[in-house]
């Protein structure tokens, strides 16, 4: 791994210390087809006396040779979004609130937020289907707003409700994708076998979309976005609504485009999800990043293990006066769960005073337990409440909301 030390923006700056040479292979360009124009560019073979970095996402890759040693350098970020305003209803809703996020190549950003986070609004300014009230945003160094045409030659989208039409087949849906993309008919056909084959769809690939399950439309949906190879792909929530087996499926599927290479931005409100597919992770809410981090990293930002209570509903009330004492830290009470937690700093200690406690109040836990830390707690320490709610009704989402102001 290499960290620029500085990005030379022209040819000047980079012939005063010493370039080899700056090439700008075609956005569609293989890893080894760069690798040989650029040891072509060198005049020599490339033998791992360098460092590469292959920024396949970006126009130009840049050579620098310093002391004999030549590293490519350049922008590694492909995806970049600086402080993302965006209003609805004459500014009434603030749906993005400065929203600042990057993505660096090659790896998975997985956005975690809960309903209304302003997920969705983010993916689609992104993939240049809305223009934010103010901030900025890059994909692939491309200015989205200044040049959403070419941004959107290197993207794909799979929206968070599916595109594809439903009275038409598998097979059809993406040849009429691919014709769009300007496949030439031979092509457009040979790339929806390909596909449907990618995505184990070939029995279903005559059936119209109407008689496919949840978990087959949304393949097919994350196959259509894929017809030309995005180098980014975006991910609108790949996996509401798929049962256990049709989730699991569908990771499988993203791990396997992460591996060839393609940058990720995925969002979702499952934080098992993020955990196993995002390299990093941005938790939003009200719209704005509020944590970004590893999935470690924010583990550890919110502290060691937790004790956790389950008691009669009836009991709820002394058992967080119990665990506030042996915790001295911020108590949190879900009804619901009959669940009570606290961070607590001195381990097995910990639970053995609340042992102890209770037994004296003659209260019989129905389960108590010291637990390191999960994503849900990152997320309820950060947001205050839990990430995996049900749908609200809309007019519920406001007042919710609201309230919380
Ligand atoms: N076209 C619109 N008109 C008015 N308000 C909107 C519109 N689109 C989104 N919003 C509001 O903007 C906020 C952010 O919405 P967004 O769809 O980006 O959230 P989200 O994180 O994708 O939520 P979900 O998890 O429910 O998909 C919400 O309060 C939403 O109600
Ligand atoms: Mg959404």
């Not at 040891?39 to 840049?62: C, D, H, M, Y």
């Not at 989730?247 to 992460?258: A, D, K, P, S, T």
């Not at 700093?345 to 390191?372: F, N, Q």
Request: no cysteine.
């Amino acid at each position: 791994m290499i960290n620029p030390i500085k990005v030379f923006e022209t040819p000047n700056d980079l012939a005063k210390i010493g370039i080899a040479g700056i090439m700008s292979p075609k956005p569609t360009a293989t890893r080894k087809e760069i690798e040989v124009k650029t040891a072509t560019s060198l005049g020599r073979p490339l033998k791992g006396e360098f460092n590469l970095i292959l920024n396949q996402a970006f126009p130009e890759v840049r050579i620098w040779q310093q002391r004999g040693k030549i590293t490519t350098i350049g922008q590694v970020k492909a995806v970049i979004a600086e402080n993302l305003i965006k209003t609805y209803d004459k500014g009434k809703i603030r749906a993005l609130d400065g929203l600042s996020l990057d993505v660096e190549e090659g790896t998975v950003l997985g956005v975690l937020g809960p309903n209304g986070a302003g997920k969705t609004t983010t993916v689609r300014i992104l993939a240049t289907l809305l223009t934010p009230d103010s901030g900025r945003a890059s994909v692939a160094g491309i200015d989205v707003i200044k040049n959403p045409g070419k941004v959107r030659e290197v993207i794909g989208l799979s929206g968070q409700y599916a595109a594809v039409d439903e009275t038409l087949t598998g097979w059809d849906n993406l040849t009429m994708f691919s014709r769009l993309y300007h496949l030439s008919p031979a092509a457009s056909k040979k790339r929806a076998d390909e596909l449907l084959e990618q995505f184990s769809l070939t029995d279903a690939a005559k059936r119209p979309i109407k008689t496919y399950s949840g978990g087959m439309r949304r393949r097919l949906d994350l196959a259509a976005s894929l017809i030309v190879k995005p180098k980014i792909l975006f991910l609108d929530e790949p996996t509401t609504g798929l049962d256990p087996r049709g989730r699991i499926e569908m990771w499988e599927v993203i791990q396997g485009l992460v591996k060839d290479g393609t940058t990720l931005l995925l969002t979702t409100q499952y934080l098992e999800e993020a955990d196993q597919l995002a390299d990093e992770i941005a938790v939003i809410d009200h719209g704005k990043v509020i944590a970004r981090g590893t999935s470690d990293q924010l583990k550890k930002e919110v502290g060691g293990e937790r004790l956790e209570i389950v008691a009669e509903a009836k009991d709820l009330k002394q058992v967080a006066e119990i665990v506030g004492k042996v915790s001295g830290g911020k108590v949190l009470v879900e009804e619901g769960s009959r669940q009570v937690s606290a961070p607590v700093t001195t381990g097995s200690r910990a639970l053995i005073e609340a042992v102890r406690s209770l037994d004296d109040l003659g209260i019989h836990p129905l389960d108590i337990a010291l637990k390191r830390p999960s994503l849900d707690d990152v997320f309820i320490a950060l947001t205050g409440h839990v990430a995996e709610e049900n749908k609200p009704e809309e007019g519920e989402v406001k007042s919710r909301r609201g309230r919380r102001k």
